[in-house]
């Protein structure tokens, strides 16, 4: 039986006009992090409907999904038939056959209790020079309603991050702040209002008048602004980190 989590993250992506492709936000960080992906082989951890690995497909890249969701991961099954995934957790990660020249992780290590032996799994899965692409809620300032109700452990500081990533083994290579324009509306809900910030068009393309206005114009500073600026906070922690050429793991 699936958590409620689950349950709502299934229907939000399989009704008809959303999906990732349709989500803003989503696609704006895809577009974000498809270049920050080296190499042929990659596995995308909490793959959802697929959005990400069709992209890389596209860009002749060999991808693997892990989805631990069944009625997303037969969603995914439809959309991309052939796309390989397997109906796992990253606890679960090395009954996960090979070895990867980049891991994506978008939205996925603030679900997993012990987040550090889940970047250990993740380390091991790479190949020496591999890369980790990971993005997180950022400030636990923020924790809310929205956070419970999504099954989020918790929200990540940039420092806590750091010293979890690095105490496996990886080296940072880059990171920043993403969707600064969505920080105080989020903030204002969860602390001030005490209520989950809901959005009905971010994820719905068939909205009319101004609510599609508005999406228009979030959707034009996300890709415009916030793509080439990284503002120093914001509701997400984008982090880029390499496995070291000479390891023993």
């Not at 803003?24 to 992090?33: G, K």
């Amino acid at each position: 039986m699936p958590s409620t989590a689950e349950k709502r993250l299934a229907d939000h992506y399989s009704e008809e006009g959303t999906g990732t492709s349709a989500d803003l936000r989503n696609s704006t960080l895809i577009a974000l992090v498809l270049p920050k992906v080296v190499g042929t082989t990659v596995l995308d951890i909490g793959c959802g409907s697929g959005f990400l690995l069709g992209e890389l497909a596209k860009k002749g890249k060999r991808v693997f999904g892990v989805e631990p969701n069944h009625e997303l991961a037969t969603l995914l099954r439809k959309r991309y038939p052939a796309i390989s995934i397997a109906e796992k957790t990253v606890e679960s990660l090395e009954e996960v056959p090979g070895v990867f020249d980049t891991i994506t992780l978008l939205d996925v290590l603030e679900h997993v209790e012990d987040d550090v032996a889940a970047l250990h799994k993740i380390y091991k899965k790479l190949v020496p020079g591999g890369q980790l692409v990971l993005v997180v809620p950022a400030h636990q300032i923020l924790y809310g309603k929205r956070d419970v109700a999504m099954g989020h452990y918790r929200r990540y500081g940039k420092e806590e991050l750091f010293s979890k990533i690095s105490s496996v083994g990886f080296t940072i290579q880059e990171t920043r702040h993403w969707n600064a324009l969505a920080f105080l509306p989020y903030w204002f809900a969860e602390k001030i209002l005490h209520r989950e910030l809901v959005v009905s068009y971010r994820a719905n393309k068939n909205v009319k008048g101004a609510k599609k206005s508005l999406r228009r114009m979030i959707s034009w500073w996300l890709a415009s602004v916030e793509h080439f600026i990284d503002f120093r906070f914001g509701l997400s922690l984008i982090i880029i980190a390499k496995k070291p050429l000479s390891t023993k793991s």
